[in-house]
């Protein structure tokens, strides 16, 4: 037999990439990736092992659908929603805040968005804009690309550095320096964090929230993966440890939970954004170039949300008001479904590591890095978005961190949601062949 043979015919692979136009593949976006081996599953009929996409593979939460089909029969459909979110929505959110995060705000603190995507593009819109002389965001890196194309298609600055190489005591220094140079409004990060899966601790939120109090700087906590450090039993309403957040430790921040991969809902773009309370009362004269109120949640509302898209569906906000108030009471503990995650990461990691694959962000300070959706990969001898190519060749699809703002560009960054455990003899199969083919260079 060829050595060199790949389970996907490399004919189909290299003309599709050709096609594409991006050398190498690994250079690509995420929905561009999509693309790729769309397109090579149409040509081949072969079914990839799909890391490349955080799309949930899970069932939507029943919850949800059943409040949202009896709200579409009642006819809301027809009728536009309040741009500040309905009643019941706001009010079982900031019960949510309270009883996962321990964390007080009122209703009129929680507003619906159009997945945290939109959440993340309001709230550039408003903080990077309070005050001219500032503008533009720091990300603490590795991120999700698109929220720094949001701040590119607004016309922000932004910077950033490698979370990883300061955690702990150092963050702050760093944070200090960046900050010294870069005059910015907002600082954004998630937690847990995509792709690394770091966590940062109740030390590192401390600093964040320091530091943007002193300098008077906004936090953007984006908690797309709410809960699901699952080193920690978060899913208990009201129980202690709640999900970490920066929001004990500043007065300045806007939470961004995301309803996509918590209760695989991600199809009815409903998320919500939760700004503090101090900050939803603050004036910034600034913000009357753009919007009619010098008022922060006024502007966030009546200026941004509205010009965005004037509100949040109607029927999936029903649904994520049903979905808060069951895990809020207790009823349902969404939790004990996303846990699959981090058991399928478990078995995956192991399976990367036995034929010659190496964990990229592997400690988180001082433990190895935890199970979740996603974690990250270098192979030996090759950087990220060349291993991405590579890999496709071998029907497994992942993306580069090198898009990520992630200083390790040996890697990329494997998601576990769409992999069936059924596809685990396939996975492993693959890697057996891939390993066979890469000697491992002494
Ligand atoms: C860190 C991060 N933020 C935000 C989002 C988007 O969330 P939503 O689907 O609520 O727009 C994602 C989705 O992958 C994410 O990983």
Redesign the pocket.
């Known amino acids: 037999m060829n050595m060199k043979t790949t389970p996907i015919p490399s004919e189909v692979v290299n003309e599709v990439i050709d096609a594409f136009g991006i050398h190498p593949a690994g250079k690509a976006t995420i929905r561009e990736l999509v693309k790729i081996v769309n397109d090579i599953e149409g040509i081949t009929g072969e079914e990839y092992i799909r890391m490349e996409m955080?799309v949930p593979g899970l069932d939507p939460t029943f919850v949800g659908i059943e409040a949202e089909m009896i709200a579409l029969r009642q006819g809301v459909a027809s009728k536009y929603p309040n741009i500040e979110g309905i009643a019941p929505l706001k009010k079982e959110a900031a019960r949510f805040v309270k009883m996962f995060m321990d964390v007080d705000v009122e209703p009129m603190h929680c507003i619906p968005t159009v997945?945290?995507?939109?959440?993340?593009m309001a709230s550039f819109m408003v903080v990077n804009r309070s005050d001219k002389d500032r503008t533009g965001t720091l990300f603490l890196d590795p991120?999700?690309p698109v929220?720094k194309q949001q701040c590119l298609v607004l016309g922000h600055e932004f910077g950033s550095f490698d979370l990883y190489d300061y955690r702990g005591g150092k963050l702050r220094q760093k944070m200090e320096e960046e900050i010294e140079k870069g005059h910015y409004s907002s600082i954004l990060y998630?937690n847990p964090n995509?792709p690394s899966w770091i966590c940062l601790n109740e030390e590192e939120l401390k600093i964040i929230g320091e530091i943007s109090m002193k300098h008077d700087i906004t936090v953007i906590e984006?908690l797309?993966?709410f809960g699901m450090d699952f080193r920690k039993d978060l899913s208990k309403p009201g129980v202690a440890p709640f999900q970490a957040s920066v929001a004990r430790y500043t007065e300045n921040y806007i939470l961004?939970i995301?309803?996509?991969?918590a209760f695989s809902y991600?199809g009815q773009?409903i998320?919500m954004m939760i700004i503090a309370p101090g900050l939803y009362d603050r004036k910034y004269p600034d913000l009357k170039r753009y919007y009619s109120s010098e008022k922060f949640g006024h502007a966030m509302i009546y200026g941004a949300l509205y010009a965005l898209s004037a509100g949040a569906s109607h029927t999936a906000q029903y649904a994520l008001a049903a979905i808060f108030k069951a895990v809020n009471d207790g009823t349902y503990n969404y939790i004990s479904e996303v846990r699959e995650y981090g058991k399928k990461a478990t078995i995956m990691k192991a399976m990367f590591q036995k034929y010659g694959f190496r964990i990229v962000y592997d400690m988180d300070l001082d433990e190895p890095i935890a199970d979740g959706f996603y974690f990250t990969l270098s192979y030996p001898g090759f950087d990220g978005s060349q291993l991405v190519e590579k890999l496709l060749y071998y029907g497994i699809s992942a993306i580069s961190l090198e898009i990520t703002g992630s200083s390790r560009t040996e890697g990329l960054r494997a998601c576990v949601s769409q992999v069936r455990r059924d596809q685990f003899p396939v996975l492993e199969e693959r890697l057996r062949r891939f390993s066979e083919n890469h000697s491992i260079p002494k």
């Open positions: 955080g997945g945290s995507m939109m959440g993340g991120g999700f929220q998630s995509n984006d797309a993966y961004l995301s309803s996509s991969k991600a773009r998320g």
